[in-house]
């Protein structure tokens, strides 16, 4: 059974930073590609960043656009786990941060999104308040 957990969120200063986590289980992270969403209340899901598989394609990175350059996303393959660094924070970086497998990880302005039998994760709530 394919399972992806989160951790790693909380309360945070506004310019602090944080690194959110994501264990797989029950599959390889390196044969999917691999992703973070995040949504804030009131707010549709956008995709944060991704991963493309580094057995099946050349494992290249996608940021959204939007993102400023704060955040750093990577895989480790023997931890079977994703990481989203997440620097300089601001308050409308506060979200739900979940993880995602098996997704359409295209390169901007082509958003990145999750295929019909994509794993999700439960999520982990990011709060950047003073």
């Known amino acids: 059974q394919m399972q992806l957990v989160e951790s790693g969120g909380g309360l945070v200063q506004p310019g602090g930073s944080l690194r959110l986590s994501c264990a797989a289980s029950?599959?390889?992270?390196?044969?999917?590609?691999v992703g973070w969403f995040r949504q804030a209340p009131g707010k549709e899901r956008e995709g944060v960043s991704c991963?493309?598989?580094?057995?099946?394609?050349?494992?290249?990175?996608v940021y959204a656009e939007s993102l400023e350059g704060r955040f750093t996303l990577s895989r480790d393959n023997v931890k079977n786990t994703l990481y989203l660094q997440i620097s300089s924070l601001k308050p409308e970086d506060s979200a739900v941060y979940s993880c995602?497998?098996?997704?359409?990880?295209?390169?901007?302005?082509?958003?990145?999104?999750?295929?019909?039998?994509?794993?999700w994760g439960q999520g982990t709530q990011v709060v950047v308040s003073s």
């Open positions: 995602a497998a098996d997704l359409n990880c295209l390169a901007p302005p082509a958003a990145m999104t999750p295929r019909p039998r994509a794993t």
């Open positions: 991963i493309r598989s580094s057995s099946r394609d050349d494992g290249s990175v």
């Open positions: 029950g599959f390889a992270l390196e044969d999917y590609a």
